[in-house]
């Protein structure tokens, strides 16, 4: 690449509402890396269709996260935020990938499994080959980090296999990409069965505070939270719904679970719940006006993902080009 910094790579499905754990586990760790690495952060359109989706609802979530992302900080002038759909080449580099791929690797993937329970009724084979798409996504890009979440951990271990068979068999041609874990204390969890993580299909929607819930439902689901025996307020293995309560409270407040304990010495439950629902609100309050700011400036947001698709379109470009000449195709 042109320059020494090193690259980094992620995705979202436009496939449901961000939460509070996408927020704190996710999003807004990436707006930290924009200064230190080259960032390419991708909306995942055509892995979201693996599951039936309503074309109108996809069209506009799509547009959504594109717009949540950059209300929670990142930034175009710094990174490449693109649809995954825009860059024809993350669909032709899967097909060379599946060819690559043995039946029996993907047959073991969890998330495979676990969607094919979940969607019995739809079990394609694009569910099938999910994870050689999001291979072709990481390894087009010659990307050295991805930050994940510990749930795809083994997608990515599948395209490390991939890309050092690749390797071996037609010479160097990708990058080995390397998973990135962020630190402890980031995994959120359901308010309501805190040994769950947080998750928008969460059966109990007061588990799961939505990134665009207004005030007055985040104040409500923070207040009946369940929380432990005892009365009080510290971070420990068998109390998992205040642990969880405070490692929301730190990281929406920059401060350390110590911290947190401390201010809370003496304190209620009661008090404690509200303050975490006061402190989430209030972090959240800038992010849902910047996002109210866009949804009405329709050319602005076209001009980001139009600006990221020829950027993106024009890093994947080089690396298919090298990768149709070692398979062995004709160049145009
Ligand atoms: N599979 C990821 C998820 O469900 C989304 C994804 C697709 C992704 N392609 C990616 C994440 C590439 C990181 C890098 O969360």
Redesign the pocket.
Known sequence: MENAKKRI?????PSGDLTLGNYIGAISNWTKLQDDYECLY?I?DQ?AITVRQDPADLRRRTLELLMQYLACGIDPEKSCVFIQSHVSAHAELAWILNCNTQMGELSRMTQFKDKSKSHADNINAGLFT?PV??AS??LLYQTDL?P??H??LQ?IELARDIATRFNHYYSDTFKIPEPYIPKVGQRIMSLQTPENKMSKSDPNPNGCIKLLDDTDTIIRKFKRAVTDSGSEIVASPDKPGITNLLSIYSAVTNQTVEEAEKEFAGKGYGDFKLAVGEAVASALDPVHKEFERLKADKAYVESVYKKGAELAGYLASKTLRKVYKKVGFIAK
């Open positions: 790579f992620s995705g979202v499905q991708c995942v892995h999910y798409l999001m996504d990481i991805v994940v979440g749930d795809q997608h």
